[in-house]
């Protein structure tokens, strides 16, 4: 059984004929084309599929597209702005908190969702926040570097 649906992605709305089983990773990557957050383990454990909904951080692979109609949706594709790169993403590249790739759209939204929530964590709630996203390249050094530096380039930005 299939349902319109209304969905705002990246700030563009998409009105689209779902099954009502049907994830939000699902309608994601296959009806809209937007493959930045990744298939990894399907139970919502380690956070390759992680997008925002309405700012928070969701496992879009145990989410039900019905779930957030109606929601803003930000996955990885709508970070950047014509300006250029979003300062996580920035800050991501010049740390060097990116090697195979896989983890990183879930990693950068999650830091994204983080310094909104809480513009000057530490270390401990840095990693703690983080838990639910997995990378298997980097180890967290990087990864931490590049979210202090982050918070920092949002800070700046602001003032």
């Given amino acids: 059984m299939?349902?319109?649906?209304?969905?705002?992605?990246?700030?563009?709305?998409h009105e689209l004929a779902?099954?009502?089983?049907?994830?939000?990773?699902e309608v994601l990557r296959e009806d809209l084309r937007l493959t930045g957050a990744k298939t990894g383990c399907n139970?919502?454990?380690?956070?390759?599929?992680?997008?925002?909904?309405?700012?928070?951080?969701?496992?879009?692979?145990?989410?039900?597209?019905?779930?957030?109609?109606?929601?803003?949706?930000?996955?990885?594709?709508?970070?950047?702005?014509?300006?250029?790169?979003?300062?996580?993403?920035?800050?991501?590249?010049?740390?060097?908190?990116?090697?195979c790739g896989y983890c990183t759209p879930g990693m950068i939204l999650a830091t994204v969702?983080?310094?909104?929530?809480?513009?000057d964590p530490n270390e401990e709630e840095i990693r703690d926040f983080l838990r639910g996203n997995i990378c298997r390249c980097t180890g967290y050094k990087a990864i931490v570097e590049a979210v202090m530096d982050a918070k920092e380039r949002i800070k700046e930005k602001s003032i």
């Avoid at 496992?59 to 300062?87: N, R």
């Avoid at 969702?113 to 513009?119: D, K, R, T």
């Fill in 2 to 13: 299939k349902k319109l649906m209304s969905f705002n992605v990246n700030g563009e709305v």
């Fill in 18 to 25: 779902v099954s009502i089983n049907k994830t939000l990773l």
């Fill in 43 to 99: 139970e919502g454990d380690c956070g390759a599929c992680t997008v925002l909904v309405n700012g928070n951080v969701v496992a879009s692979c145990t989410t039900l597209a019905i779930e957030v109609e109606g929601s803003e949706i930000i996955t990885i594709e709508g970070l950047a702005s014509k300006e250029g790169l979003h300062p996580v993403q920035q800050a991501f590249m010049d740390n060097f908190a990116i090697q």
């Fill in 113 to 119: 969702a983080l310094l909104n929530e809480n513009p």
